[in-house]
């Protein structure tokens, strides 16, 4: 194919502007505005480090950032053990299979918004389902109040995503198990091995780079969370549920801190790139790539 | 005993298990819908009926008539599908035209821009929408559909990866054809590479059209007017107002919903290959 110097940038001239426009400058423009005091009113301010170093003394920010490494520690694993199981019993050759895996998957497509408020239907202290259950099946007589309760309102919406998110986790895992062999299961059942036997020793390692890939995407995902805290609780009680993404926003367009919250979208960079750094040079020491 | 085979017990405990993750995910679905055929009165009994009191009875779809006539819901869902659809055209001329030229070209550059894409896909969202923010204020932007269209339209990143890949697959032998019949670059990747592409370019469609369907930063920032309003901006205004109502939030939750879960029942195939196979969101 026969084309002019120019023409490749012409393909991509659109792509170029977006990304100079809506991620790379915006990324260079947060990281000034995170050296400056700057509310919308007036012109930002050089204050060196001075963001960081409120951050660093105020116990808000703290508590924001042990939220948002409880929400990943809740958050990572339960989507990743439930999407598990999930492709596991789904890779079955069953009758009305494919329905179930279209069901599973149905939450990841519909609206957070729209889900979180069934959630907050049913999370409702005095006429929600949940409790009422809780009251009488279980006998529990004092039950939560999840949402407005400052231990209950952040597993709440970690649960809340867990059930949103495990259907499109599934799909991941699903095509990492229909790419190994069969007849590796085949020769395990005439030595004798057992179905979780053969998950351990089959499954597991040759599914690892996918799990790798899950783990990734899951943690970043976890990162950017801000739907289910916006449309749940908003951050509350007293920021018990509020995680770095949501605490940007607030800061931003709440409190109107645009220096102060750059700084906090600095912190959320710096962890996210991070987080996926660590993993990478962990990766040759967890990933299998054959038996 | 022919019928009592271990394979039929295995077969019988997957179904057993299947069933418990299939209820609980149907059911909050299945409690909104519940709730929203329940009197203003009903909602709050206790213990919560099961049943709802209205079902098959006059006045069973009151709430939903409330929601779309007099809570503007209609509207909401009309300015959803146009911004939705304008951002879905969008991407994919960014992405196909940007996926053509790293798939089939060779340039000075094209190792840093694909890695430049690549790297800024793991920047959240937050981070950007400050500067984001104030650039739409200086463009004078805000109140209009142009920022929920235009950054979508332009930033196309998975979508480039995609048919970057898909393009990379199509036989190079195809193009050569063309070529002896004097066709450009524009009119091999028009009349041949976008045609080939249609099963990949529907996926495409359908998942940015349904991602910027439940976009809710960028709304709850950029649009104030109430006309202008997409769904998921008016349902969390409207939960603000009407919090008690749990008739009439839930019949707006469902009836904003309803767009995407049919075309998930009818395109299914396409959403879910494309995000299984490139983990495309």
């Known amino acids: ?130 409790n009422s259950i809780l009251t009488r099946w279980f006998n529990v007589s004092n039950p939560p109040a999840w949402l407005s309760s400052p231990t209950y309102a952040l597993i709440a919406i970690a649960i809340v995503a867990i059930w949103k998110y495990s259907g499109f986790l599934m799909m991941i895992f699903l095509a990492g198990l229909q790419s190994i062999p069969a007849d590796l299961y085949e020769a395990a059942e005439i030595d004798g091995a057992n179905r979780l036997q053969q998950i351990i020793q089959i499954t597991l390692p040759l599914l690892s780079p996918v799990t790798f890939f899950a783990f990734i995407i899951t943690v ?59 993993s990478f040079k962990l990766k040759d020491r967890l990933v299998t790539y054959a038996l | 005993m022919s019928i009592l085979r271990p394979r039929f017990f295995r077969n019988l405990f997957s179904y057993l298990v299947l069933s418990v993750f299939a209820f609980t995910t149907i059911f909050p679905f299945l409690w909104m819908v519940i709730t929203t055929f329940k009197s203003r009165g009903a909602i709050f009994a206790i213990p919560p009926t099961l049943v709802p009191d209205l079902l098959f009875k006059p006045g069973m779809w009151d709430s939903y008539i409330e929601v779309l006539t007099r ?37 000075r550059g094209k190792y840093i821009l694909f890695g430049l894409l690549l790297a800024t896909t793991m920047v959240p969202t937050e981070v950007v929408i400050i500067p984001e923010f104030l650039l739409m204020a200086q463009l004078k932007w805000l109140d209009t559909y142009l920022p929920l269209i235009v950054p979508s339209f332009l930033v196309a990143s998975f979508g480039t990866f995609m048919l970057r ?35 990949a370019m529907t996926t495409l469609f359908l998942i940015a059209f349904i991602n910027n369907w439940n976009e809710l930063l960028r709304p709850v920032l950029y649009i104030s007017d109430s006309d202008l309003r997409t769904v998921t901006i008016g349902l969390t205004t409207f939960q603000n107002e009407y919090g008690a109502q749990w008739h009439l939030l839930l019949s707006a939750a469902v009836v904003s919903i309803l767009p995407l879960l049919i075309i998930y029942i009818f395109a299914q195939r396409y959403i879910v290959q494309g995000i299984a196979t490139t983990g495309l969101k």
């Not at chain 1, 009758?95 to 408020?117: C, E, N, Q, S, W």
């Not at chain 1, 700084?263 to 660590?278: E, H, K, N, W, Y």
């Open chain 2, 71 to 107: 809570y503007n819901f209609v509207r909401y869902i009309g300015n959803s599908m146009f911004v939705s659809t304008m951002a879905a055209i969008g991407q994919l001329i960014t992405a196909s035209l940007a996926g053509f030229a790293f798939a089939r070209m060779e340039f």
């Open chain 1, 1 to 130: 194919m026969r084309y002019r110097k120019i023409t490749p940038y012409l393909f991509l001239l659109p792509m170029i502007v977006g990304l100079f426009v809506f991620r790379l400058g915006p990324i260079a423009a947060a990281v000034f505005a995170s050296f400056t005091n700057w509310n919308v009113a007036t012109a930002p301010v050089f204050i060196g480090l001075g963001n960081f170093r409120e951050l660093f003394a105020s116990q808000y920010f703290w508590l924001v950032l042990r939220n948002t490494v409880v929400f990943i520690l809740i958050f990572t694993p339960g989507v990743m053990i439930l999407a598990f199981i999930m492709a596991v019993l789904v890779n079955q050759k069953l009758k009305g299979i494919a329905f179930f895996r279209g069901l599973f998957f149905m939450p990841y497509v519909t609206t957070m918004v729209a889900i979180a408020m069934a959630f907050n239907w049913i999370f409702a202290t005095r006429f929600g389902v949940l």
């Open chain 2, 165 to 199: 890949e898909f393009f990379s697959s199509i036989p190079v032998e195809l193009e050569e054809a063309a070529l002896l019949d004097g066709a450009s670059v524009f009119q091999i990747y028009r009349h041949i590479y976008l045609p080939l592409s249609l099963p």
């Open chain 1, 220 to 278: 970043i995902d976890a990162f950017r969370t801000f739907d289910v805290t916006y449309a749940m609780t908003g951050g509350g009680p007293n920021f018990a549920s509020t995680t770095l993404a949501y605490y940007v926003y607030q800061n931003a367009f709440i409190y109107q801190r645009m220096g102060y919250a750059s700084a906090i979208s600095m912190i959320l960079l710096i962890l996210v790139a991070a987080a996926t750094f660590v």
